[in-house]
C-alpha cells in the first residue's frame, strides 16, 4: 500500500518511537493523526512540523488509553476528522518496572490495558472499518522481551506477549483486505532515568555491540507498509540481535 494520501494513526505519537513513526509516514505522504495522552504539547509542535516540513494534515487527538472509553472516542474522533483511517500503529505503551514480589494488580491492570486492550479495541474497530474499505494495514509495535521476559518487567513482558497473540489472530480476523504485522524493536531508545553503566550493559548485550535508534523503527514499519503486501501475521525483529545474543 503507498501511503500517499493514506490516513495513519499513530498512537503514543507524539513523543520518542512513535514520533519517529509519525514523521516517516508524513515524510511519504501519509495524513497524520496524533494520538497523545499527557504529551499534548509535543503532539501540538509535530502537528506543527509535520504540517511546515511537509505540508501533509495532521492532527492531535487525545486519549488514556487505559480507559475503554476514551479508546471508543479515540477511533470515533479520527474517523469523523479523516472519513476514513488507512493505517493503524499501536505504538503507545507503559513500561513499569515491576519487582517481582512486589507487583500489585493496579500496576498489572493498568499495563494490560494500555498495551494490550487498547490495541484489541483499536484494531477491532478501525480493522473492521479498513476491512469494509478493502484495505489497510496494522502495525504493533512489540518487544523481543515478549519473546525472552525479564522478571522485574513482568507484566510488561507478559502484555506484549500477549500482543504478539493478538497479531496473529487480528491477521486472520481482518484477512484478506487487512494486513496485520508486528515490530519488535531492541533497545532504539533508553529511558531517560538510566545511568551510564546501565546503558553500557544495555549496549553490549546485543550481538552488534551498538544502540538502534527510532529510525530503525520507523523504517521498519515503513516497509511493511508500503514493500510488503504479502506479509501478514509476521514478526520482525529489529534488536542488533539482542533476541538471539
Ligand atoms: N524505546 C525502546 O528502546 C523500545 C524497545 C523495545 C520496544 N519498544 C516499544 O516501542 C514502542 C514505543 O517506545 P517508546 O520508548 O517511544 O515508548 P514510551 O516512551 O515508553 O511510551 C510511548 C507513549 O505511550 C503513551 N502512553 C503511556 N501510557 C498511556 C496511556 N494510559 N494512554 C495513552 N497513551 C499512553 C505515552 O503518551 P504521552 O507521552 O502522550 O502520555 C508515551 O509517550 C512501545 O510500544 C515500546 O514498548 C521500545
Given at each position: 500500500m503507498k501511503l500517499q494520501g493514506k490516513v495513519a494513526l499513530v498512537t503514543g505519537g507524539a513523543k520518542r518511537v512513535g514520533r519517529s513513526i509519525a514523521m516517516t509516514l508524513a515524510q511519504r505522504g501519509a495524513k497524520i493523526a496524533i494520538h497523545y495522552n499527557s504529551s499534548r504539547k509535543d503532539a501540538l509542535l509535530l502537528r506543527d512540523e509535520i504540517e511546515s516540513s511537509y505540508g501533509r494534515d495532521a492532527?492531535?487527538?487525545g486519549a488514556d488509553l487505559s480507559k475503554p472509553g476514551d479508546v471508543r472516542r479515540l477511533s470515533d474522533a479520527v474517523l469523523k476528522y479523516f472519513d476514513s483511517?488507512?493505517?493503524?500503529i499501536n505504538s503507545a505503551s507503559v513500561y513499569h518496572k515491576d519487582q517481582f514480589g512486589k507487583t500489585d494488580s493496579d500496576s498489572?491492570?493498568?499495563t494490560m490495558a494500555v498495551?494490550?486492550?487498547a490495541p484489541f479495541l483499536l484494531g477491532q474497530s478501525?480493522?473492521?472499518e479498513m476491512k469494509k474499505a478493502g484495505e489497510g494495514k496494522i502495525i504493533n509495535i512489540v518487544d523481543w522481551a515478549a519473546k525472552r521476559p525479564y522478571v522485574d518487567y513482568l507484566p510488561y513482558c507478559v502484555s506484549k506477549a500477549g500482543?504478539?497473540?493478538l497479531n496473529t489472530a487480528l491477521a486472520k480476523a481482518l484477512a484478506p483486505e487487512v494486513q496485520v504485522n508486528a515490530v519488535?524493536?531492541?533497545?532504539v531508545l533508553l529511558p531517560e532515568s538510566m545511568n551510564s553503566k546501565q546503558?553500557?550493559?544495555v549496549r553490549s548485550a546485543t550481538l552488534l555491540k551498538r544502540l538502534g535508534s527510532p529510525d530503525d523503527v520507523a523504517r521498519a514499519v515503513l516497509f511493511l507498509i508500503e514493500d510488503s503486501d504479502f506479509v501478514t501475521g509476521a514478526e520482525l525483529t529489529v534488536d542488533g540481535g539482542r533476541l538471539i545474543a
Amino acid at each position: 500500500m503507498k501511503l500517499q494520501g493514506k490516513v495513519a494513526l499513530v498512537t503514543g505519537g507524539a513523543k520518542r518511537v512513535g514520533r519517529s513513526i509519525a514523521m516517516t509516514l508524513a515524510q511519504r505522504g501519509a495524513k497524520i493523526a496524533i494520538h497523545y495522552n499527557s504529551s499534548r504539547k509535543d503532539a501540538l509542535l509535530l502537528r506543527d512540523e509535520i504540517e511546515s516540513s511537509y505540508g501533509r494534515d495532521a492532527e492531535i487527538f487525545g486519549a488514556d488509553l487505559s480507559k475503554p472509553g476514551d479508546v471508543r472516542r479515540l477511533s470515533d474522533a479520527v474517523l469523523k476528522y479523516f472519513d476514513s483511517v488507512h493505517v493503524l500503529i499501536n505504538s503507545a505503551s507503559v513500561y513499569h518496572k515491576d519487582q517481582f514480589g512486589k507487583t500489585d494488580s493496579d500496576s498489572w491492570d493498568e499495563t494490560m490495558a494500555v498495551n494490550l486492550r487498547a490495541p484489541f479495541l483499536l484494531g477491532q474497530s478501525l480493522g473492521l472499518e479498513m476491512k469494509k474499505a478493502g484495505e489497510g494495514k496494522i502495525i504493533n509495535i512489540v518487544d523481543w522481551a515478549a519473546k525472552r521476559p525479564y522478571v522485574d518487567y513482568l507484566p510488561y513482558c507478559v502484555s506484549k506477549a500477549g500482543l504478539l497473540c493478538l497479531n496473529t489472530a487480528l491477521a486472520k480476523a481482518l484477512a484478506p483486505e487487512v494486513q496485520v504485522n508486528a515490530v519488535l524493536p531492541g533497545p532504539v531508545l533508553l529511558p531517560e532515568s538510566m545511568n551510564s553503566k546501565q546503558r553500557e550493559a544495555v549496549r553490549s548485550a546485543t550481538l552488534l555491540k551498538r544502540l538502534g535508534s527510532p529510525d530503525d523503527v520507523a523504517r521498519a514499519v515503513l516497509f511493511l507498509i508500503e514493500d510488503s503486501d504479502f506479509v501478514t501475521g509476521a514478526e520482525l525483529t529489529v534488536d542488533g540481535g539482542r533476541l538471539i545474543a
